[in-house]
C-alpha cells in the first residue's frame, strides 16, 4: 500500500505557541490530503481537506485562522496549530488517498499533540 | 441518525475465535466500503477495500457487503492476540468523496 508519513509524532508545547505538523506522501502524489482529530476512544473526525494549489476546505465548526493549513507540493500538506490551548491537545492524523479513483485513503502514523 | 452506525464494543473473544463486525448505513450512495484497523495511539491501517455486493476474501480477512440492506461485515478467523486493536468502517459515494467513518469497534483477542 501507499505510504504517508507525518512528523512530528510527538510534541508537547506551551499555551500560546504555534505548532505546525507535516503530512508527507512518500511513494504517490496527493493532490488532496485529509486532516482529522481523533480524541481517546473515539473515531476520527475530519478537520479539513487540504487542496494542492489552492485553498483548503474547512468542515463545519473548525476555525480556519486557528488551523492552517497550506498544500505546498504533491507530496506535502502541512497543519499548523496557532496560539495553541489546551483544549488543543489531541491526536491528528493525515490521510492521502491514491490517485486510484477508489476513494481509499491511507493514514500518516498521527502527532500526539499536548499542549500545556 | 449518524450515517454510519457500529458499535463500539468492547468486543472481547478467545484465541482462536471467530469475530464478527459489523456496520450499517443510511446513505444508498455509498459504493466503496473499507475496514481499518488501528492499534492504540497509531495511524489507521487499511485492511480491507470492496466496491460491490459479495464477499472478499485476504487471509483470514473477509469482508462481505450487502448493499440491498446497507449492512458491511468483517469476519477475522483465527483470531490472534495480535489482531487485538480497534476497527473501523469506512464508506464513500466515490468521486474522491470524503470518507464517513464508523465510530470503531475495540476488539480484543485473549490467549
Known amino acids: 500500500g501507499a505510504v504517508v508519513s507525518q512528523h512530528p509524532s510527538r510534541v508537547i508545547c506551551k499555551s500560546g505557541t504555534s505548532v505546525k505538523i507535516e503530512c508527507r506522501s512518500l511513494?504517490?502524489?496527493?493532490?488532496?490530503m485529509f486532516w482529522y482529530r481523533q480524541f481517546p476512544k473515539k473515531s476520527l473526525m475530519l478537520m479539513a481537506t487540504?487542496?494542492?494549489?489552492?485553498?483548503?476546505?474547512?468542515e463545519q465548526g473548525v476555525e480556519k485562522d486557528k488551523f492552517l493549513i497550506n498544500h505546498a507540493s504533491l507530496t506535502l500538506s502541512t497543519l499548523t496549530v496557532t496560539s495553541a490551548h489546551p483544549e488543543d491537545s489531541s491526536f491528528y492524523i493525515c490521510?492521502?488517498?491514491?490517485?486510484?479513483?477508489?476513494?481509499?485513503?491511507?493514514f500518516g502514523p498521527g502527532t500526539r499533540l499536548t499542549v500545556l | 441518525q449518524k450515517e454510519v452506525e457500529q458499535d463500539p464494543g468492547p468486543l472481547s473473544v478467545p484465541e482462536g475465535a471467530i469475530v464478527s463486525l459489523n456496520c450499517t448505513y443510511s446513505?444508498?450512495?455509498?459504493?466503496?466500503f473499507m475496514w481499518y484497523r488501528q492499534y492504540s495511539r497509531k495511524g489507521p491501517e487499511l485492511l480491507m477495500y470492496?466496491?460491490?455486493?459479495g464477499n472478499k476474501e485476504d487471509g483470514r480477512f473477509t469482508a462481505q457487503v450487502d448493499k440491498s440492506s446497507k449492512y458491511i461485515s468483517l469476519f477475522i478467523r483465527d483470531s490472534q492476540p495480535s489482531d487485538s486493536a480497534t476497527y473501523l468502517c469506512?464508506?464513500?459515494?466515490?468521486?474522491?468523496?470524503?470518507?464517513?467513518f464508523g465510530t470503531g469497534t475495540q476488539l480484543k483477542v485473549e490467549l
Open positions: 490521510s492521502a488517498p491514491t490517485t486510484s479513483g477508489r476513494d481509499e485513503q491511507f
Open positions: 511513494d504517490f502524489q496527493a493532490t488532496t
Open positions: 487540504s487542496n494542492e494549489g489552492s485553498k483548503a476546505t474547512y
Open positions: 446513505n444508498s450512495a455509498f459504493q466503496y
Open positions: 470492496t466496491y460491490s455486493s
Open positions: 469506512a464508506m464513500s459515494a466515490g468521486g474522491g468523496n470524503k470518507l464517513t
